[in-house]
């Protein structure tokens, strides 16, 4: 058996192992087993005001010991397809630089960020930079640090987002790009915040993830599972929840549902929706984001959340004007000194610049 | 970007000097030829004219095709482009055509600012052009924004533009015959410019419709046509043969060496009466008789002339033996007096129309010479020759074969005289560049053809390297004037002569009526 073959082979082993049950690693939730009366299907509903929020990031400086990003948290208003005019108290987009920097602590190594808006106006959008002190996990390793330089964005990520909810009405939707469950330690204060301030204000909110690594217990994707499963109703465009239900202990806010969803009939992409709902019913919400999602470039995925992504993202061209400006500002033993920090690990954008490749 | 105190319309968001780039506001509908202008904070601004519209999308083209495909295939009921006015947009194409600093028009020399907001022009964008001193002024129509026509109006002075000729280039259908019967009725009004028109149609008098007869200044209009009856102020033309001379044949009738030499002989022989005695066969030594056979049924053909019972007989009623002695020195001194002078040529053969004008222009021109030598040229009105189809003279082939006649002299020496043609054609490509290059006032008319278009705008007196599409797309009445008499390559719409006519005859009418000595 050639090479090829054992890999169709192993593929086929995969694809055709029993679909399985739901299965989340985190015990925070109530995990449901798959059941057909799960799948609703999705119709058509009065248009709701819906602020869709994303951020970006990218690299300014980097090196061992520290990190320079140049970050932006975006957000835009649509009522159903139509792109809503602000009229609230706050900017649409907020930009600030992070310096984040490891220090040497009893309990091993951590990592500091420090907050340098570009308008000191949305200081007050931004998370406080003592929140943003997180355990570097180890063995120290430069690839898994990388994850952490995106720590600033993601804070002020949730941080933006609760003065955007401040901003909506009961019954509107904030959508943002990704789940509801958090990676970094002290993340959970900001998102509870949100939470709180969504459900106090009967506003939905509402996590739209591209990608999911949820799983099934026989090993299988959880989205694919479902896909499959969905293949016995002959909905167009449904949603099928609950997967699993947050547990909360607070009075102050219900738990979270995690659903997922096919937004447009044409699509063949089913996505991961976190909801935390207000006095809606899921459906109606849900089907209010799908009323979003039928531009030709994207069916089934959110035309708000594609605007976000492009005005949020981070390009190289920006980031090499304040390269240029923060490195041309140093003095010179001071540059000589950081050219060594920084070639500890330029040597892969050295050989993209003689690929003629550069980064995006 | 705070100058900008009306509507904009577009924004500049790239490009360079000869192609600047504007994004179109959605719905703004801006088109080919429309004037834009971009002001500055310190209130100069800068005219652009758009050369080409072009579609854009930050959509990338494979997704357009699917969206199309699924709305085609009867998918797309539930898809439809969100953003459509922010992603799909339209950009133009623009360029410089004028800048004006301190209220003073100039070439370009920089570019608007980036991101400059652009609207579209307004008749106090171009007061300058009010402003201008022109001391004989020839209304030609009024500044156009593509299609849509502004209250400002474009003359260039009478007396400088027609001795530098004018050339209005043109296929059929596209207003050349409105434009002259504009501009002579606008000629009508200005003193000290005689024009010869000849007129194949029979259209510039009005002889069954409005034309120049209803000009309020009829003294200065004179009517020549050989059909005189029910119809009253017009002249006979008739025109003697002992008017003709050998030389008025030049370049206009194709004669063979020997035939011309025949002609010599004869006119040297009989004077002249050299025509009736070559159509009496007359022999005379050293010219074959076959040769003068041939030269009497050209005059046939073309001068309608023929013997019949011994006597000489006139086809046209034209050309005669017994009458119009005077005819010839009557027009040039009517041309002298600042007359404009039609002649209604529609029943004369193409060369015959050719050779009358020709006689006169030929006579004029003689006159002009001697006028100069004695310097009382200046004291003497312009002289502009109106002529269809001007290739019939002007064209390279003619020349070539048949040598410069009177019109191609006029057109490259015309001017020291003060004697100007305006030289109407569908062919520009015919006329030798030389030419073209003397013809200093074009206005151009919609010409489909694109050899015609390039031979335009080869010679054209400002850069219209970018309006080839503008050409094309010239709708009736719509036109370019290009003239080293302007600032810029200026679009004008032309006024439907009738219209144009009607308000002023109006008027004229519901002027009281002068008093007499009694009545005071």
Redesign the interface.
């Known amino acids: 058996m050639g090479v090829v073959e054992k890999i169709i082979e192993a593929l086929e082993e995969d694809v055709n192992r029993e679909l399985g049950q739901p299965y989340l690693q985190s015990g925070n939730y109530n995990v449901y087993e798959f059941n057909e009366d799960n799948f609703k299907p999705l119709r058509d509903v009065e248009p709701r005001l819906m602020a869709f929020v994303d951020g970006g990031n990218n690299t300014i400086l980097e090196a061992p010991t520290f990190s320079l990003q140049i970050n932006r948290i975006y957000f835009n208003l649509f009522k159903g397809k139509e792109r809503h005019r602000s009229s609230f108290q706050i900017p649409e987009k907020i930009e600030f630089l992070s310096y984040f920097n490891v220090w040497e602590s009893e309990d091993g190594q951590i990592g500091k960020v420090r907050i340098f808006p570009l308008s000191e106006e949305h200081r007050e959008y931004l998370p406080r930079e003592k929140d943003l002190i997180v355990t570097l996990p180890g063995p120290p390793d430069f690839y898994q640090r990388s994850r952490m330089f995106s720590v600033a964005r993601r804070f002020a990520e949730w941080s933006f987002s609760a003065h955007i909810i401040e901003e909506l009405d009961d019954g509107d939707i904030l959508v943002k790009d990704g789940s509801l469950q958090t990676s970094f330690e002290g993340e959970n204060k900001y998102l509870g915040k949100v939470m709180k301030a969504a459900y106090k204000g009967g506003v939905n909110l509402a996590g739209l993830s591209k990608t999911s690594t949820l799983s099934t217990d026989t090993g299988n994707s959880l989205i694919a599972s479902i896909k499959k499963f969905a293949e016995y109703n002959n909905y167009d465009r449904w949603c099928y929840y609950p997967i699993a239900k947050e547990m909360v202990e607070s009075m102050e806010r219900p738990g979270s549902i995690i659903m997922a969803v096919k937004l447009h009939e044409l699509t063949e992409y089913i996505f991961r929706l976190d909801l935390l709902k207000g006095d809606d019913d899921e459906v109606e919400i849900v089907s209010a984001i799908g009323e979003n999602t039928v531009d030709p470039t994207f069916p089934g995925y959110p035309y708000g959340l594609i605007d976000a992504d492009l005005n949020a993202r981070v390009r190289m061209d920006e980031v090499k004007i304040y390269k240029t400006r923060i490195l041309s500002g140093l003095s010179e033993d001071i540059l000589e000194e950081l050219k060594s920090h920084i070639r500890a690990i330029d040597a892969h954008e050295r050989l993209n610049m003689i690929a003629n490749i550069t980064r995006d | 970007m705070e100058g900008v105190s009306i509507d904009p319309i577009g924004q500049i968001i790239g490009g360079e000097t000869s192609k600047i780039f504007i994004r179109e506001k959605s719905g703004s509908r801006i088109e080919l030829g429309d004037l834009l202008v971009a002001e500055e904070d310190d209130g100069n601004y800068s005219i652009l004219q758009v050369k080409d519209l072009v579609y854009h999308s930050q ?2 083209q494979i ?1 357009r095709e ?2 199309s495909g ?1 709305q085609l295939e009867g ?2 009921s ?6 459509e006015k ?1 992603r799909n947009y339209i950009i133009a194409e623009a360029k410089t055509i004028l800048q004006i600093q301190d209220n003073e028009p100039q070439l370009p020399k920089t570019l608007p600012s980036f991101f400059n907001r652009i609207r579209r022009i307004k008749d106090d964008d171009l007061n300058f052009l009010m402003e201008e001193k022109i001391e004989n002024p020839l209304y030609l129509g009024n500044v156009r924004s593509g299609s849509k026509e502004l209250k400002t109006s474009i003359h260039v002075d009478a007396k400088e533009a027609i001795p530098h000729h004018i050339l209005i280039p043109a296929t059929t259908g596209r207003g050349k015959s409105n434009l002259v019967k504009v501009m002579l009725w606008e000629l009508m009004d200005i003193e000290n410019i005689g024009m010869i028109v000849l007129d194949p149609h029979d259209e510039y008098y009005g002889r069954n419709e409005t034309g120049l007869k209803d000009h309020h200044n009829q003294e200065k209009l004179r009517y020549y046509s050989p059909d005189t009856s029910n119809i009253q102020g017009v002249d006979s033309l008739r025109i003697n043969l002992k008017s003709i001379r050998p030389e008025h044949f030049e370049g206009i009738v194709d004669f063979t060496g020997a035939q011309r030499d025949a002609l010599k002989r004869y006119h040297n022989t009989h004077k002249e009466d050299w025509i009736s005695s070559i159509i009496q066969e007359k022999e005379i030594d050293g010219v074959d008789p076959r040769t003068i056979g041939v030269i009497k049924r050209k005059f046939d053909n073309i001068l309608g002339i023929y013997m019949k019972n011994d006597q000489i007989k006139s086809r046209g009623n034209v050309f005669k033996t017994d009458t119009g002695e005077s005819t010839i020195k009557d027009i040039i001194g009517h041309l002298e007096d600042g007359r404009i002078v039609i002649i209604d040529t529609s029943r004369l053969t193409g060369e015959a129309e050719l050779l009358v004008g020709s006689i006169i222009v030929g006579a004029i021109f003689n006159r002009y010479q001697k006028y100069k030598a004695k310097g009382t040229l200046k004291n003497k009105p312009i002289i502009g020759i109106v002529i269809e189809e001007a290739p019939r003279v002007l064209g390279k082939e003619v020349i070539e074969k048949q040598g410069h006649n009177i019109y191609s002299t006029i057109a490259r020496e015309g001017r020291k005289f003060n004697i100007g043609l305006v030289a109407i054609t569908q062919l520009v490509s015919l006329i030798p560049r030389t030419i073209l290059a003397n013809m200093n006032t074009k206005i151009i008319l919609g010409n489909e053809m694109s050899q015609e278009r390039a031979e335009i705008i080869a010679s054209a007196s400002q850069d219209l390297s970018d309006d080839n599409r503008t050409i094309a797309s010239l709708d009736r009445g719509e036109a370019i004037v290009t003239s080293v008499f302007t600032k810029f390559a200026v679009p004008i719409k032309i006024p439907l002569f009738e219209e144009h006519v009607q308000d002023k005859i109006r008027k004229e009418d519901e002027k009281p009526p002068l008093l007499s000595p009694q009545d005071l």
Request: proline residues 7%.
């Open positions: 959509i990338p997704m699917l969206a699924l998918h797309g539930h898809m439809e482009f969100l953003d922010l």
